[in-house]
C-alpha cells in the first residue's frame, strides 16, 4: 500500500479510529501489528511470510545473542543470523545480479555457460526491514540494548507500517519503548501529523511525479545524444525527483506515525543545503547514514586507525551503500564517486584544519556558504546520472552532453517541461538553504495561523488537482 | 503559535478547501462538464478481468479508439444481454492485446477486432506502449490497487472535477501549448469535449463538440498531424507486413484452438481521412488478406449501405446517434457470424 492512495486514506482513518477507541495497549499494539501486516500484504500477500521469518528467527536469535556467554556459540548465533538476514536480501535483491555477473565472468574466461532466467521478484523495503533486524541482532552480539522482552513489541517494531517499507530505518532503542507505555496522539501531535503528511503528499505527488518524473523519464530514456541544456534539465530533474519522492515519503511516514502518538527519526534535513559531502550525507537518508556508519563504517576500521584505514574504511562504506540501492554497478560507481568526493573533501579538511560546515560560513559570508552549497549541489547531480541511468553506455551518454562535449543537436524537451524544472529547482535549493539550520514544525508553529492555513490549504488543493494518486515510491525498490 | 492555533489553521484549512474543491466542482456542472472515467491502466484492466465470463454471454472487444466510439453500449444491451467487455485503446494498435488474450489459456471466448489500419498494421513501438502497460498493470495489480480503484470509481462518479485527461493541473498546463524550440515533439492537445468515457469504457463527442466547426477543425488537425507523421516515417518493408499477418493468424489460432470465435470488423471513417487510408492501405492488401490469411469472418463498413453512409464530425469516429444505429446493424450482421449466432436468442426483450 502506498501513501499516495485511496486505500491508504480509507486504512488510516480506520486505524485512527481503532487507536482512540477506550481499548487496552494491548489490543492497540495487536490492531498496529495486524495493520501493518495488512499495509504490507496489501501490495503482495505471500511476501509477509519472508517478514514472520525475519521477525521471528531474528527475536529469538537476538535474545540467545544477548544471554549466550559461550563466545563460539554466540558467534555461530551471530552468523546464523547474518546468514538469515543477508541470505534472505542475496537471493531476492542480488540473486540475478550475482548470476549475471557470474555468467559474464564465465564468458570472459571462455566457459560458455547459458542458465535459464530466473524470474525473482524482489519483495518491497525487503532492504530496509532487512537492516532494522540485522542492528538489532548486532546490537545484542555487542549488548549495546536490552533484548525487546516481548514478541508483540519486537514484531511491532518490525513491522510498524509507516517505517516498514522505506525506512527511516529505526533503531530498537528509538521506538521499542515507545511500545512500552500507551500512547495516543495528543492535538499538538495529531495537528503536527496531518500537516507533515499534507507536506510529504505534496511533495511527492504535485512535484515529484506530477512535474518531474516525466522530464526525468523523457532524458534519462533518450537513445539520441542530447543538447546540453536537455541533459542538464532532466538530471536536475531527477534530483529534484528523488529528493521529493523519498523526502517525501519519509515525512509522510513521521507524520503517519505522528497521528498515532509515536516519534520517528528523522531522515531529511535539507540535503540540497549540504555544505560538502560530510554534510550532504549529514542530511540526506541519516537513518541510513548512520546505520552504515555504525555498522559498516566503524567495523572497518573508521577513523581510529590512521588515514589509509579511514580512506579505506570510507570508500567500502559508500561501495556497499551505493550496492545496497540496487544490483547494478551503476549503483556501485554512485556510491564509488561519494566515496571520491568524500575523500578529496576530507584530504582538504585536513590540510586546512576545517571541522564542519558550520566554520566555513562561520569564517565566511552566507554567500560564500551558499556557494559551497552549490557547488556541492551541482557535485551531486553528476552523481545521480549513474544513480538513473541503468547501464554506463546512458550514464557516459549523459555526462558527455551535460559536458557539451558530445552533445546532441536534437532537441527533446518541451518549453513547458523545462520551465517546470527551471523555476521548481531553484526554489527547493532556496528553500533548503533558508531552512537549512530549522525544521518546517518550528517554522509552521512560528508564523501566523492565517498564513499557515493558505499554505496548508494550498498543499491540499495542489494534491487535489494533481489527480497523481498511486504511484509507488522510487525508495521501494531498494 | 500554541497548539490551539494550529488547531485553528486545521479547520480553517478544511473549510477553504473543501469550499475551493465544491465551488470548482459546481462551476464545471454549470459549464455543463459530465462526469468522465479515467481510462487508465485500472479501469482497463478492471474490463480485462470481465473477459472469462461464459462465452455465450461474453463478447470482447479489442482495436483502436474507433470500436469506443462506435459501439454504443446502451443499444447493445438493448439488443443482447451478452456483456460487451471494451478492451480497445485510443492511438494504439491492438495486437500485444490480441496476444496476450491467445497466450491466455483460460480465454475461450468470441472475440471482435477492430482494424483501423494504419494502428493495426504498425510496427513503431510508441503505438504498443500503452497496451503494453495496460497488460503489465493487469498481472501486477495489487490489492491495495484494486480497493483503490473501487473508491475511484465511486469518487469519479460523482465529482466531475476528477478528469485527469482535462482538468488536472498538468493537463491543463498541457493545454496551454506553450511553443517549444524547433523539432521538439509536441503531443497535440484534443478538445475536452471530443473525448468523454464512461465505466464501460465507450468513449463519446458531445453534442457541443458535434456542432463546434472550430473544435472539430482542431481534431481534424490533429488527424493531419499524425498523417503527417507517418508519412515522413521510413516506408515498411513488405517483409514487416508478412511478419504482421503470421503473428496475427498464429494468435488467432491460438484461440479458435481453445474453441474461441474471432470476427474483424472495421469501423467507418470518412472523407479525406478514407481516401487517404485507401490510398495508404488498399482493401485487397490488407483487410482482404487478413480475412483470407486467418480465415475468420469480417464485417466492412463500406459492404453495407446502412453502414456505409456515415459522415463522421472530425472524419474517424462516429457521434453518439450514429453509433446507436451503427450498433444496431453491427450487431444484426454480428449475429449471423459463425460463433456468433447465439447473439439472435439473447435479446433481453424476448428472454
Known amino acids: 500500500m502506498v501513501f499516495n492512495s485511496y486505500t491508504f486514506v480509507v486504512f488510516f482513518i480506520v486505524i485512527l479510529f481503532l487507536h482512540n477507541l477506550p481499548l487496552s495497549w494491548r489490543v492497540k499494539k495487536i490492531n498496529l501489528l495486524a495493520a501493518s501486516y495488512i499495509f504490507y500484504a496489501a501490495w503482495n500477500p505471500p511476501f509477509i511470510l519472508l517478514l514472520w521469518l525475519s521477525t521471528v528467527v531474528d527475536f529469538f536469535v537476538g535474545k540467545a545473542l544477548y544471554t549466550q556467554e559461550n563466545p563460539h556459540k554466540k558467534k555461530l548465533l551471530l552468523v546464523i543470523s547474518l546468514i538469515g538476514n543477508l541470505g534472505m536480501l542475496c537471493f531476492f535483491k542480488y540473486g540475478t545480479f550475482l548470476l549475471d555477473n557470474f555468467v559474464s565472468l564465465c564468458h570472459l574466461v571462455g566457459f560458455n555457460f547459458h542458465p535459464a532466467t530466473p524470474n525473482i521478484i524482489l519483495p518491497a523495503g525487503i532492504s530496509f526491514y532487512t537492516f532494522t533486524t540485522l542492528c538489532y541482532t548486532i546490537d545484542m552480539y555487542k549488548k549495546r540494548s536490552e533484548p525487546v522482552k516481548s514478541m508483540l513489541d519486537f514484531s511491532l517494531f518490525v513491522t510498524f507500517f509507516p517505517h516498514l517499507v522505506a525506512g527511516p ?310 | 503559535m500554541n497548539e490551539k492555533s494550529l488547531f485553528k489553521s486545521a479547520m480553517v484549512t478544511l473549510v477553504i478547501v473543501v469550499g475551493v474543491v465544491l465551488g470548482y466542482e459546481l462551476y464545471l456542472r454549470n459549464q455543463g462538464v459530465s462526469v468522465d472515467y479515467d481510462d487508465g491502466p485500472p479501469l482497463w484492466a478492471d474490463k480485462r478481468a470481465q473477459i472469462y465470463g461464459p462465452t455465450d454471454k461474453t463478447i470482447v472487444f479489442i482495436g483502436s479508439s474507433r470500436i469506443k466510439y462506435d459501439l454504443d453500449r446502451g443499444t447493445w444491451r438493448r439488443l443482447t444481454t451478452a ?98 524550440r524547433p523539432g521538439v515533439f509536441m503531443m497535440p492537445t484534443f478538445p475536452m469535449n471530443f473525448k468523454r468515457n464512461t465505466f464501460g469504457r465507450q468513449a463519446y463527442m ?75 492501405f488498399p482493401r485487397e492488401k490488407f483487410w482482404n488478406r487478413l480475412l483470407a490469411e486467418t480465415q475468420c469472418p469480417g464485417i466492412h463498413f463500406m459492404d453495407y449501405p446502412a453502414m456505409a453512409h456515415f459522415d463522421c464530425p472530425e472524419l474517424s469516429h462516429l457521434k453518439k446517434a450514429d453509433a446507436k444505429l451503427f450498433t444496431k446493424e453491427f450487431f444484426r450482421l454480428l449475429s449471423q457470424k459463425p460463433g456468433f449466432t447465439f447473439l439472435q436468442n439473447t435479446n433481453p426483450k424476448k428472454l
Request: proline residues 5%.
Open chain 2, 206 to 280: 458531445t453534442d457541443r463538440f458535434v456542432v463546434n466547426e472550430a473544435e472539430r477543425n482542431q481534431v481534424k488537425a490533429i488527424w493531419g498531424f499524425f498523417a503527417k507523421m507517418a508519412m515522413s516515417a521510413p516506408p515498411m518493408p513488405p517483409a514487416a507486413f508478412d511478419a504482421i499477418f503470421k503473428s496475427v493468424k498464429a494468435d488467432i489460432d491460438k484461440i479458435k484452438a481453445r474453441g474461441g470465435q474471432v470476427v474483424f470488423v472495421r469501423t467507418p471513417s470518412s472523407g479525406v481521412y478514407l481516401q487517404g487510408e485507401n490510398m495508404g
Open chain 1, 169 to 478: 530505518i529505526v533503531r530498537p532503542p528509538q521506538l521499542v519503548p515507545q511500545f512500552e507505555s500507551p500512547r495516543v496522539a495528543s492535538r499538538k501531535q495529531m495537528m503536527d501529523g496531518l500537516l507533515l503528511l499534507t507536506l510529504g503528499l505534496f511533495m511527492k505527488v504535485v512535484l515529484a511525479d506530477s512535474m518531474l518524473s516525466d522530464t526525468a523519464d523523457t532524458v534519462f530514456d533518450a537513445h539520441d545524444a542530447l543538447p546540453m541544456l536537455d541533459a542538464w534539465i532532466g538530471v536536475f530533474a531527477f534530483s529534484g525527483q528523488i529528493f521529493l519522492d523519498f523526502a517525501g515519503y519519509s515525512t509522510c511516514a513521521i507524520g503517519v506515525a505522528l497521528c498515532l502518538g509515536f516519534v520517528l527519526p528523522q531522515n531529511f534535513n535539507y540535503p540540497y543545503a549540504a555544505i560538502g559531502f560530510s554534510d550532504f550525507w549529514r542530511r540526506w537518508h541519516i537513518t541510513l547514514s548512520s546505520w552504515l556508519r555504525d555498522y559498516l563504517y566503524i567495523p572497518l576500521g573508521g577513523n581510529r586507525h590512521g588515514k589509509t584505514r579511514t580512506y579505506f574504511a570510507l570508500m567500502m562504506t559508500m561501495l556497499l551503500g551505493g550496492l545496497w540501492h540496487g544490483a547494478n554497478w551503476t549503483f556501485v560507481a554512485w556510491g564509488g564517486l561519494h566515496g571520491i568526493y568524500l575523500w578529496v573533501e576530507k584530504y582538504y579538511k585536513d590540510r586546512k584544519n576545517i571541522d564542519n560546515p558550520k566554520g566555513i560560513i562561520d569564517e565566511n559570508s552566507q554567500w560564500v556558504g551558499f556557494f559551497y552549497a552549490f557547488l556541492t549541489f551541482m557535485l551531486v547531480n553528476v552523481t545521480w546520472v549513474f544513480f538513473r541511468s541503468d547501464t554506463f553506455g546512458k550514464a557516459w551518454r549523459l555526462l558527455c552532453a551535460m559536458s557539451g562535449f558530445a552533445s546532441g543537436d536534437k532537441a527533446l524537451l518541451t518549453t513547458l517541461a523545462i520551465l517546470k524544472v527551471a523555476i521548481i529547482i531553484p526554489l527547493i535549493l532556496l528553500c533548503h538553504w533558508v531552512m537549512r539550520n530549522t525544521k518546517v514544525l518550528d517554522v509552521a508553529h512560528k508564523i501566523s495561523w492565517v498564513w499557515l492555513s493558505l499554505v496548508w490549504s494550498f498543499l491540499l488543493l495542489a494534491i487535489i488537482f494533481a489527480q497523481e494518486s498511486g504511484s509507488s515510491f522510487i525508495y521501494f525498490q531498494f
Open chain 2, 83 to 180: 456483456e460487451p467487455v471494451q478492451l480497445a485503446m485510443e492511438g494504439t494498435c491492438p495486437r500485444p492485446v490480441l496476444t496476450d488474450l491467445a497466450n491466455d489459456p483460460n480465454f475461450k471466448g468470441k472475440l471482435v477486432i477492430d482494424v483501423t489500419e494504419g494502428l493495426f498494421f504498425n510496427m513503431a513501438p510508441p503505438f504498443m506502449e500503452t497496451a503494453n502497460e495496460n497488460i503489465k498493470y493487469y498481472y501486477d495489480r495489487t490489492p491495495a490497487q484494486r480497493v483503490s480503484f473501487e473508491i475511484n470509481k465511486l469518487l469519479e462518479s460523482k465529482f466531475v472535477f476528477l478528469d485527469k485527461d482535462f482538468l488536472s493541473t498538468n493537463a491543463r498546463l498541457e493545454a496551454l501549448q506553450i511553443p517549444s
